[in-house]
Each structure stands twice: as structure tokens, then as C-alpha cells.
């Protein structure tokens, strides 16, 4: 049976556990729960539960957990003229990254750069990313990973070549993010600024 923790969490869980039961034997307990609770902190952080996706003709899924902080209209060399949906995932949130369509990897695109807060909008283009590209059934998207202020290392499972179901897990980004989607200004959208989004199951929009 699957353990519902991304694989990628497990040295940042087990370290510091390991740490709190040593502490505990030589009786040190303040210390043992100090540390105990930085094992449980990280342990929610890479919780990665399963999800159900929806079944529809061009429907476009979350591609994270988190808060719409922006809607806006962008141009994308891979999309074309594109809608671009921004989510900021706060430490609380599921950081684990969804596919938003079914579709073959095209393109995996890592760029260096800053650290700024995800919520702003120019992090986008100067924070450190990583962009997918996707060819989906008809039409082009694309989700850009976005690394924050606490954000320090983002990680995507995927390559050239690969091909995705809509809802699969391709990488996440550890602590505190924004994760961008893009889709063609066609595309029907159905999420606001302020709502709240699941992976891999909240319709973002409609492809048209």
C-alpha cells in the first residue's frame, strides 16, 4: 500500500526524528520535543494524499493545492496568447505538483534565479522555475514551478518524451511556492482571485 508522503520528504522527516528519539533516551525531553515536532512539521509539509480526477471532454485541472492569487492575460512561447492562472501555496498546503491535462511532455525548462515572496508578480519571470510544457489533445498548456522566500529546491520527476495522465503527479516544490498554469485565451475558465484549489481535482477552466 502506498504511503501517503512524497518520496522526496523522507530525509527531512526521518533526520529529525531519528534526532528526537536519541534525545529522548538520554532523557533530554524538551530537546527530544523540539525536534519531534520539526519531524511532524515536515511530515504534513510532504503529505501527498490520493486524488480523484474528474472525467470531461478538455477539462483543465489544478496543477497544485492553494489560493488563485491572480488571473490575467499573458503572451507564452509555447501556449500562444494565454490565460495565466497563478496559485501561492502556503507551507500548510499540498506542495505536490498535478498535471492539468493529459498530454506528452514537449519541453522541461529550468531556469536559476531569485527568491523573492511567489506572490509577487514579477517572481514569475526572476525567481527560480521550472517550466513543463505539454501537448495536449488539441491544444497547447503549460505549468511553471515556482520557488518562494522559504522555497529552496523544486523538484520535477518528468522529461522530454514522457507522457502524463490528467492528475498525475510530475514534482513538487519544497516549502512555500506559487505554481503557474497557462492555457489558451479560448479556454473557458472557471476559477476566480481568492478561490481555493485542489490538485488534480478543481477545474480551472475548459478547453474550447
Not at 534565479?113 to 521550472?130: H, I, P, Q, T, V
Not at 482571485?193 to 481535482?201: M, P, S
Amino acid at each position: 500500500m502506498r504511503v501517503p508522503v512524497a518520496p522526496e520528504g523522507w530525509p527531512f522527516i526521518l533526520v529529525p526524528a531519528v534526532v528526537a528519539c536519541i534525545l529522548a533516551l538520554f532523557g533530554w525531553w524538551p530537546a527530544a520535543v523540539g525536534v519531534g515536532i520539526v519531524a511532524l512539521a515536515c511530515l504534513g509539509f510532504f503529505r501527498d494524499p490520493e486524488r480523484t480526477p474528474p472525467s470531461g471532454a478538455g477539462l483543465v485541472l489544478a496543477p497544485a493545492d492553494g489560493r488563485v492569487m491572480r488571473v490575467d492575460e499573458v503572451h507564452d512561447p509555447w501556449v500562444g496568447e494565454a490565460v495565466r492562472t497563478s496559485i501561492f501555496l502556503s507551507p500548510l498546503d499540498v506542495h505536490v505538483n498535478r498535471s492539468p491535462v493529459a498530454g506528452l511532455v514537449e519541453s522541461v525548462e529550468r531556469a536559476r534565479g531569485r527568491f523573492m515572496a511567489a506572490y509577487k508578480d514579477e517572481a514569475s519571470e526572476l525567481n527560480e522555475r521550472c517550466t513543463v510544457a505539454l501537448q495536449g489533445e488539441g491544444a497547447r498548456v503549460s505549468v511553471k514551478q515556482i520557488a518562494g522566500v522559504l522555497a529552496r529546491r523544486i523538484v520535477c520527476r518528468v522529461e522530454r518524451g514522457d507522457k502524463l495522465a490528467a492528475g498525475a503527479r510530475f514534482g513538487l516544490i519544497r516549502f512555500g511556492s506559487r505554481t503557474d498554469l497557462l492555457v489558451p485565451r479560448s479556454a473557458e475558465m472557471r476559477v476566480k482571485v481568492g478561490d481555493r484549489v485542489r490538485g488534480g481535482e478543481t477545474v480551472m477552466g475548459v478547453l474550447r
